[in-house]
């Protein structure tokens, strides 16, 4: 028999099992309206995602318990009890070989006429990067499959199908007509072809369709894309979702020995787009679900916070970001020019809040100079945006870049303030490219480009000094991005690098910088990972250290 079957990519929220139950039940009934027979969830949809050590406490496993009990009976009441729903949640601690006591389950539950047919608890507990799942629970060990209208479908979760073994390789003894796959995978640059590559494989294991649900939304410092898909038994791509939006994806499982049905396909996002979006994406969700309405900024008339700013309207829109011009006696006039004229593109809220005579208070005290006197300015300014965030409620925004977090080029207690920081895992190099992107995309519709030319093309400057520049004390950006990328990313060492080419000079200064501003990057606000090494819980260094490159 042919069925159909529902992909709902949602986005739901960490522990707020009322409204993500009530989710489910609203996108159940979308998919039974376009005639679905199945309609399946991302992993987690219950308790949204990643729960961390929520899971161990046991009055959150009773939560989701009881709000699985509940959404069977509800399907029931509402008319949809013929519809067989497939989702993620925590489930019941049981033993586990791999750690001491009791540890609950990453489980998928199937629910059809009332009743939970059948439980299956995720295999393969990822324990790298930004995952730390082995920890947190137990592992299952039995393959799921269930039958629907005759139909037999394999169940696995997200990371399963990552590692070879386990209960995929099950799957084709059990001789299923469908795989599907329930995720809760972080956006990466990069990793939409890592996905439909890696999903085209175990197609072809066992030779039925994979259908690929990924969850969509922010959560903290991750963003999930969606980009939920159907893979041919052949590895042929059947049908796919859009990314960073909610969507239900239909298709349609053939008749045995019947050719595959080809479903709707999305275009591909441009690879600066598809970043520009995680970006939007991770902070709305930070924003929302953390209760705040605005955000506030400093704007210098820099690229950094120029496009913040950008991100933060197409995120909440203009009328909801209130931009800061905050000129010291160092500040250009095109500077403070390039902020109010941003500000009126993107329909910001702005104002001029000069910091010299807060800063003569303190130096009338404390006569600093040097660096201290530049830092001084930057705490200023911190201190006016706080107090702002105090006064009025909103979340403020750290402008700051990867390139500048990684060498420690940022004041602490300064321009690092903030809750959160929309360009913590984007270098300088992608800054300027996002921001051309960002411009041309609004050219192209037809729309004023929200970034002012000059704050793109003028030589990036702190302004806490007389004709400062930033190479002043950095390599050019582009040299620095490159150095940063194979000490960082790759984790190669000196030899390495100038194995690469690189200049030594070069080299020592910036893996010197990096070293010394561990304790900074601690202190700094979370923010959107959107590369494959993020800093935070992808990167996990010592403060105190005394290792150092080796210099021969």
């Known amino acids: ?12 929220c960490v522990g707020d099992i009322e409204q993500n139950t009530q989710a489910i039940l609203a996108w159940a009934a979308r998919a039974a309206a376009e005639g679905a027979h199945v309609v399946t969830f991302p992993e987690m ?24 009990t509940s959404l069977a009976e509800e399907l029931v009441r509402t008319g949809l009890g013929d519809l067989t729903v497939v989702l993620g949640s925590v489930g019941a601690p049981q033993a586990s070989p791999s750690t001491p006591g009791m540890r609950p389950t990453n489980e998928a539950v199937v629910i059809s006429g009332g009743v939970v047919r059948a439980v299956y608890a995720k295999h393969h507990l990822p324990n790298y990067g930004v995952f730390d799942e082995f920890r947190i629970f137990a592992p299952g060990a039995q393959p799921c499959v269930v039958e629907v209208s005759g139909r037999r479908l394999g169940i696995v979760i997200c990371e399963d199908i990552w590692q070879d073994g386990g209960p995929v390789a099950q799957m084709d003894a059990a001789d299923v007509d469908l795989l599907l796959v329930l995720n809760g995978s972080p956006f990466e640059q990069g990793k939409g072809h890592l996905r439909t590559d890696l999903a085209a494989r175990r197609a072809r294991e066992v030779d039925a369709p994979v259908a690929y649900v990924n969850m969509v939304g922010g959560q903290d410092d991750l963003v999930f894309d969606g980009g939920s898909f159907v893979m041919g038994a052949d590895g042929t791509l059947l049908a796919s979702a859009p ?11 053939a008749d045995d020995d019947a050719p595959d049905h080809h479903g709707p396909i999305a275009p591909p996002l441009d690879p600066h787009e598809e970043v520009y979006q995680a970006l939007v994406t991770g902070l709305r969700g930070y924003v929302r679900k953390n209760g705040f309405g605005s955000v506030v900024l400093g ?16 995120a909440i829109g203009g009328e909801q970001v209130f931009g800061v011009s905050m000129p010291s006696v160092y500040s250009s006039e095109h500077s403070k020019d390039d902020a109010a004229d941003l500000a009126k593109r993107i329909g910001a809220h702005y104002r001029v809040q000069p910091i010299a005579p807060m800063v003569d208070a303190f130096q009338g005290e404390l006569h600093l100079e040097g ?4 830092n001084l300015q930057a705490r200023v300014r911190g201190m006016i945006l706080m107090g702002l965030s105090n006064a009025e409620g909103h979340l403020v925004l750290a402008t700051g870049n990867k390139s500048e977090l990684a060498v420690g080029y940022s004041t602490i207690y300064g321009d690092a303030v903030g809750g959160y920081a929309p360009l913590k895992d984007v270098d300088k190099s992608l800054v300027w490219a996002l921001s051309r992107w960002r411009n041309n995309a609004a050219l192209d519709r037809g729309e004023l480009p929200p970034i002012p030319e000059s704050s793109i093309t003028k030589p990036p400057s702190a302004e806490l000094r007389p004709g400062q520049v930033d190479q002043d004390s950095l390599p050019p950006y582009d040299l620095l991005d490159e150095v940063l990328d194979a000490y960082i990313e790759n984790a190669e060492g000196r030899a390495e690098l100038l194995a690469r080419g690189f200049d030594a000079a070069v080299v020592d200064k910036v893996v010197s910088l990096v070293d010394r501003a561990e304790w900074k990057r601690r202190q700094y606000p979370l923010g959107p990972k959107v590369t494959a090494l993020a800093f935070g819980r992808d990167r996990r260094m010592p403060i105190t250290s005394r290792w150092r490159e080796p210099l021969d």
């Not at 028999?1 to 739901?12: G, S, W, Y």
């Not at 660096?371 to 530049?374: D, I, L, N, P, S």
């Open 299 to 314: 704007l210098s008339g820099g690229i950094d916070s120029a496009l913040v700013a950008a991100i933060s309207a197409d």
């Open 371 to 374: 660096v201290a006197a530049e």
């Open 1 to 12: 028999m042919e069925i159909r079957i529902a992909l709902a990519q949602i986005d739901t």
């Open 243 to 253: 990314q960073f939006v909610e969507h239900l994806l239909l298709w349609d499982l």
């Open 45 to 68: 949809t219950v308790t949204g995602y990643p729960i961390e050590d929520l899971a161990l406490r046991a009055s959150f496993q009773r939560a989701a318990q009881a709000a699985i």
